[in-house]
């Protein structure tokens, strides 16, 4: 099955940045997309980004402050996702998931999960 290494969280200062850094390993298929979602504390999930090897095109759900970028180094099997000038609602355990082959269209329901990292914005 394959694994999920996440990185990259933390505290960070408000308008600061971080990247976040999802690592697969042992993919049984080629093609398959990493994205990630979020979830604020008594809050649910929301979808942020997802990018797919086929084209590497990436997608957001909430992005129009274009704080948010996603890229994907298929050499390593590494996403990442950086977030910009951050700000205190964006404090949140972030997760990353994988979906074969594409991204979903909700960019919420993903195969298998990473770990989930704590970002933490301090005002």
């Known amino acids: 099955e394959e694994r999920l290494v996440e990185s990259g969280g933390g505290l960070v200062q408000f308008g600061g940045s971080l990247r976040l850094s999802c690592s697969v390993s042992?993919?049984?298929?080629?093609?398959?997309?990493i994205g990630w979602v979020r979830q604020a504390p008594g809050r649910g999930r929301v979808g942020i980004a997802c990018i797919a090897v086929s084209d590497q095109t990436p997608f957001y759900r909430y992005n129009e402050e274009g704080r948010f970028t996603i890229s994907l180094d298929t050499a390593r099997n590494t996403a990442y996702l950086e977030i910009d000038n951050l700000k205190p609602e964006d404090t949140a355990e972030y997760y990353c998931?994988?979906?074969?082959?594409?991204?979903?269209?909700?960019?919420?329901?993903?195969?298998?999960w990473g770990q989930g990292q704590q970002v933490t914005v301090s005002s």
């Open positions: 042992d993919l049984p298929h080629r093609q398959y997309a």
């Open positions: 998931g994988i979906n074969y082959p594409y991204c979903g269209s909700s960019l919420l329901q993903y195969h298998t």
